[in-house]
């Protein structure tokens, strides 16, 4: 029980230093926080302290939530969130001033509103359409003017949250989908030296082989997951008074182009570390290259780590693209000299041919996906 507790408050302790000491994740969401606390002051301070409105609970809360993630995510759920808590108000309401009796009025609303909810164009807020019809029929007598007053302070509350989250540092995530295809780029050139180190040292086992499938197979998820960070650097760019104040802009073809490469990359590394892995089992369905063969492939496994990396450097580093076309251009000569080597020392035995040939299928994909970059 100690030990878990003491890795939360570390984990924390880690979270919370690297929020004071440098821009990042951590940071970003302090900033979040911190906004969407002020938006629910403002929004309490002005409805509910200056103007003493009837339901002012209700701006403050819906200010709070509406301090998104993105700007544009803020506005379009804002916009929803209001349709929502609109049409539950209207709907219970009606039926309320009609029936005259809450507990009837609740048994035949909750079920219209919950279906209303999952209207597509109410999206994730369909929800609210409960919310609202609850706090009509829950919150004493039924009145018109409550009512209005409730969707009034719906729209402020609305308000307050949109224009906190857009004037006060409004978030961009451009850090996030350049870290994210450097973390991808830098596992893929690790896993391929791991490789290749043990190619070159023959000192390749199952276990070993284990890990480095496991690894090129958690790969395609950093990918994934740059490809999804790139989308919301996007996102975060729309509506945002930021970009025009730092001159900034969203991801360009060079991300698009950089994860197409490590999509490629992840793949035929899976592929790679595939044939070593059942090269290395104990039963054996396919045969290990013998040594001359593993040290030219670990060689050409080399070089292209090395080029995955001066790939991602030339893109979003200082790294220009002269270093990147001479390493490209090494790698396909030595793939050509490892095809011919494959193919002047084919062995006898069928299952070191199979061997051979998947190697080298995945070789020739990684060299014509990073020589495509070239052009």
């Known amino acids: 029980m100690i030990q878990p507790v003491w890795h939360w408050l570390q984990t924390a302790g880690q979270a919370v230093r690297r929020a004071w000491e ?78 005259h009796n809450t507990m009837t009025a609740m048994a035949l ?24 019809a609850l706090f009509v029929l829950t919150n004493g007598q039924v009145t018109l003017a409550t009512s209005a007053a409730r969707i009034a302070e719906a729209v402020f509350g609305a308000l307050v949250g949109i224009t906190v989250n ?23 050139h690790d896993i391929l030296q791991a490789v290749a180190d043990g190619m070159a ?13 496991e690894r090129a197979l958690r790969l395609e998820r950093l990918v994934e997951q740059a ?24 991801p360009g073809k060079d991300y698009d182009d950089a994860v197409v490469v490590l999509d490629y990359a992840a793949v035929h590394t ?22 001359s063969a593993a040290r030219r492939y670990a060689d050409f496994l080399h070089q292209t780590a090395q080029a995955l990396q001066l790939y991602c450097d030339s893109r979003f580093g200082t790294q220009d693209d002269h270093e990147l076309r001479q390493a490209v251009r090494k790698l396909r000569d030595t793939h050509d000299e490892l095809r011919r080597h494959l193919a002047c020392s084919v062995p006898d035995d069928p299952g070191e041919v199979a061997t051979y040939g998947t190697l080298l299928t995945q070789a020739r994909r990684l060299v014509d996906q990073l020589v495509a970059t070239e052009a």
């Open 270 to 291: 899976a592929g790679v570390t595939r044939a070593v892995l059942e090269a290395a089992s104990e039963d054996r369905p396919a045969a290990r290259p013998d040594p």
């Open 166 to 188: 857009a004037l006060i540092r409004p978030p961009v995530y451009l850090r996030d989908s350049r870290a994210a295809l450097q973390d991808a780029a830098g596992e893929a």
């Open 22 to 99: 440098e821009p990042g994740r951590e940071r970003d969401i302090v900033v979040q926080a911190l906004k969407a606390a002020l938006a629910a002051w403002v929004a309490w301070a002005v409805a509910g302290w200056w103007l003493k409105a009837p339901v002012a609970f209700v701006a403050p809360w819906v200010a709070v939530v509406l301090v998104e993630s993105t700007v544009y995510r803020s506005i379009a759920r804002g916009l929803q969130q209001l349709a929502a808590i609109a049409t539950g108000t209207v709907v219970a309401t009606g039926v309320a001033l009609l029936l």
């Open 201 to 213: 040292e023959d000192r390749w086992d199952a276990d070993e082989a284990a890990t480095w499938h």
């Open 109 to 132: 609303v909750l079920p219209t509103v919950v279906l209303l909810g999952h209207w597509q164009r109410l999206g994730s807020q369909g929800i609210y359409a409960a919310t609202g």
């Open 227 to 250: 490809r999804s960070a790139i989308g919301w650097s996007r996102e975060s760019m729309r509506v945002n008074l930021r970009r025009r104040s730092r001159a900034l802009s969203a």
